[in-house]
């Protein structure tokens, strides 16, 4: 039945000369197994199409206790991560990133951290989604600007630091303007700012991003596309927009050893890049010889386990400051 409502709402409709579709998501409960009461089922309805909507939306999802379970644990960490962001737990972790041409470092990404314990104990990716769901992403987002640039003030003036950037902080529609003060305050030249983003900012269909993205790149920050090769929306975003560099996904170096594909892909995106006037950066790199293969491919830049984890300011203070730091890499 749900699934005859879903396709039924959602048979295309002539309005004003084109045709409008509507996207359902349904949550259910049934009685007496989730409830006898009205009360009851329309909490157990809303869980199930809260679970609906994570999933896609389109969809339909039938309640369930373990449902409602993940629910309340997802509350929970949204008001640990409030907790944290109010009382000033959060902080940046700064990992390597290194030239393959010399070896030297070339930079840092700013990681985000915390130091809740039960917070820090959550993946990184389930803390930014959490994040996002709340909009506390747009506050996070705007302190970690403002800490990476004042971080890369004391470092090298060749040194550049790379931030990523949400969705969310797109929609806000304050971006180029806290960009533009977190340079100014930090006095950091904008083109040591790199700015890293993913398929998940709507180019193609929103013309307010890409605004926002162009007034990002009159203030002077370096563009850079993540993740490339993961969606499937990589090469269209290029016709979007003018990015600076492509970062090859983390999946594709771990794939190098197993999966000879993998570097083909690898081979296939620096073309690109290099086509296109662009640097191409490899992440996820853990051994020597994966940092060969992008040597090899043309890469300039690489980062990962092999270089080092995330450091805190200090420790990144330290790398940054020694001039005689090269990882070899044969």
């Known amino acids: 039945m749900s699934r005859a409502i879903i396709e ?61 379970q993940a629910i309340e644990e997802r509350w929970v960490l949204k008001t640990m991560i409030s907790q944290s962001l109010a009382e000033g737990l959060f902080w940046l972790g700064y990992q390597p990133v290194v030239d393959l041409r010399t070896g030297q470092l070339a930079g840092f990404e700013a990681l985000l951290r915390c130091s809740h314990p039960a917070v820090a104990a959550q993946p990184v990716s389930m803390l930014i989604e959490v994040a996002e769901e709340t909009g506390l992403i747009v506050q996070i987002g705007e302190w970690a600007l403002r800490s990476a640039c004042e971080a890369a003030r004391g470092w090298p003036s060749h040194l550049f630091v790379a931030v990523n950037l949400s969705p969310v902080q797109f929609r806000d529609g304050r971006l180029p303007a806290i960009v533009r003060n977190a340079l100014a305050d930090a006095d950091l030249p904008a083109s040591r700012l790199h700015l890293e983003i993913t398929e998940t900012v709507p180019l193609h269909s929103n013309a307010g991003n890409v605004a926002q993205l162009s007034a990002l790149r009159q203030l002077g920050p370096r563009i850079v596309l993540d993740d490339f090769g993961t969606g499937y929306s990589s090469l269209s975003y290029l016709r979007s927009f003018q990015f600076d560099a492509l970062k090859l996904d983390r999946s594709f170096v771990a794939g190098f050893q197993v999966q000879p594909e993998a570097h083909a892909i690898a081979r296939a995106v620096v073309a690109l890049a290099h086509g296109l006037g662009l640097h191409a950066v490899g992440e996820g790199v853990e051994t020597a010889e994966q940092a060969r293969a992008l040597q090899r491919k043309g890469y300039r830049y690489a980062q990962g386990h092999l270089f080092g984890t995330a450091v805190d300011r200090r420790a990144a203070g330290a790398l940054a400051a020694d001039p005689d730091l090269t990882w070899l890499i044969g």
Do not use: W
């Not at 869980?47 to 309640?63: D, P």
């Open 8 to 68: 039924a709402v959602g048979q295309a409709l002539p309005i004003d000369g084109s045709l409008v579709t509507i996207g359902t998501s349904i949550g259910v409960a049934l009685s007496p197994q989730h409830g006898t009461d009205p009360t009851a089922l329309l909490k157990a309805a809303d869980v199930a199409l809260y679970r609906a909507k994570a999933e896609g939306r389109n969809t339909f999802c039938i309640f369930d206790e373990a449902m409602a």
